[in-house]
Nanobody
Framework: QVQVVESGGGLVQAGGSLRLSCAAS????????MGWYRQGPGKQRELVAT???????NYADSVKGRFTISRDNAKNTVYLQMNSLKPEDTAVYYC??????????WGQGTQVTVSS
């Protein structure tokens, strides 16, 4: 069973920064594609960023140049560095992993609130 622990959310003013962390256990983390998704109030969950096992990254247009996804396989952890935050970035952020045998797994979500 995969266990996922997210941390790093909170309240920040527009223009500020936050770093989210997601630690996974019970999976061969280094082989997994990892990602961050978010769901804002009244909106559908959307992709924010992904990183493959080889370190290739992909970003939603809305966060390009502001957010950076990275991973530390020695710590089984994926990060999302969020800079120049905007009120429209307010959402619950979810960590996602894809294990080739188990399939998709998700974190519990962490709230990010950006005040104007």
């Amino acid at each position: 069973q995969v266990q996922v622990v997210e941390s790093g959310g909170g309240l920040v003013q527009a223009g500020g920064s936050l770093r989210l962390s997601c630690a996974a256990s019970g999976t061969i983390f280094s082989l997994n594609t990892m990602g961050w998704y978010r769901q804002g109030p009244g909106k559908q969950r959307e992709l924010v960023a992904t990183i493959t096992s080889r370190g290739s990254t992909n970003y939603a247009d809305s966060v390009k140049g502001r957010f950076t996804i990275s991973r530390d396989n020695a710590k089984n952890t994926v990060y999302l560095q969020m800079n120049s935050l905007k009120p429209e970035d307010t959402a619950v952020y979810y960590c996602n992993g894809n294990d080739r045998i188990i399939g998709d797994y998700w974190g519990q979500g962490t709230q990010v609130t950006v005040s104007s």
